[in-house]
């Protein structure tokens, strides 16, 4: 049957962390630094939310529900390969250390990037780590994707949908009462007012360096 698994807070985390990464990555070139800061500001709040939900949340969002080693993970994925998968209510074993490393990644990304704007001139090396970093996360995500897919085909269960209405296939009494929506509408709005407030100037603190470095760029340009 089909049961209550994912809070509301746990996926309007994953969608808002999938759009501001990718929002962030599109956006990378200087006329866009406005926009790439925000978006990467917003990765590194909502990594910040997930580690407090990682230990606050409902039973499958926390990170206990998910501890899985190496060894599990490689498990896992043998048993997709024999076409016999373990099924798992929660996160699986290797969709687990897939968290793990995006969650990782946005937060050295979000850093380094706050580190190449707000740095001396001379930090740019930070800027080339930051380029790294994000690119692997891209192929992190990429690999979570793939990952997904292959769940949904093995399992015959759509996982992705599983993370928009937050039900999956699973036994009675083992989903979670509630979806904490207040969280999750709390979060959506904290999100959506950032990105707003941002995107109006009423956050020079977080826009300005962007749009001096952008200027400046721009200045060079004509200069050349």
Request: net charge positive; with cysteine; proline share 4%.
């Amino acid at each position: 049957m089909r049961i209550l698994v994912w809070d509301l807070p746990t996926r309007a985390f994953h969608w808002l962390f999938a759009l501001s990464f990718i929002a962030a990555y599109l956006t990378s070139e200087d006329d866009w630094l406005t926009f790439h800061v925000t978006f990467g500001y917003a990765v590194l709040g909502l990594v910040a939310f997930r580690l407090l939900w990682g230990f606050a949340g409902t039973r499958f969002a926390r990170f206990s529900s998910f501890a899985y080693g190496p060894a599990r993970g490689l498990a896992y994925l043998r048993s997709l390969v024999a076409r016999r998968p373990e099924h798992h209510v929660g996160h699986n074993p290797a969709g687990s250390w897939a968290i793990y490393l995006l969650l990782a990644l946005g937060a050295l990304t979000g850093t380094l990037g706050f580190l190449t704007l707000n740095g001396p001139q001379d930090w740019k090396w930070i800027k080339e780590v930051h380029q790294v970093a994000g690119n692997v996360m891209l192929g992190v995500a990429c690999a979570h994707i793939v990952g997904v897919i292959a769940g949904s085909l093995a399992h015959r269960e759509n996982l992705a949908r599983s993370m928009v209405d937050g039900y999956k296939e699973g036994a009675p009494g083992e989903g979670i009462r509630t979806s904490v929506w207040i969280v999750g509408v709390v979060l959506l709005a904290l999100v959506a007012g950032f990105w707003t407030a941002a995107w109006r100037g009423d956050l020079p603190a977080v826009t300005a360096p962007a749009a001096k470095r952008a200027a400046e760029h721009a200045h060079h340009g004509h200069e050349h």
